[in-house]
């Protein structure tokens, strides 16, 4: 994982989802930086995955909305991919 000072959004992941997953055993979070941006990628748990997805999306759609603010304020593309939880 990169240093969360030198990349934006990822203390405010680590926060969110700290607070939203039972299993934080199983919560991985991973940055990478590449030509297009910052892609922050996340793995959680099978029971917590519906949280992390919430009801119609709606609670991944807010934390991928709220990255792209802290992105823009850092003058940064943030994205958010979230990986199925291993079996």
Known sequence: MSDTASVPGLEFINVVLGMLVEDKDELAIESSHDDLGILITVRVSDR???KLIGKSGQTIK?????LRVIGGMANQR???????PQK
């Open 48 to 50: 917590d995955m519906g």
């Open 62 to 66: 807010s934390i991928r909305t709220l």
């Open 78 to 84: 943030v994205n958010l991919k979230v990986l199925e």
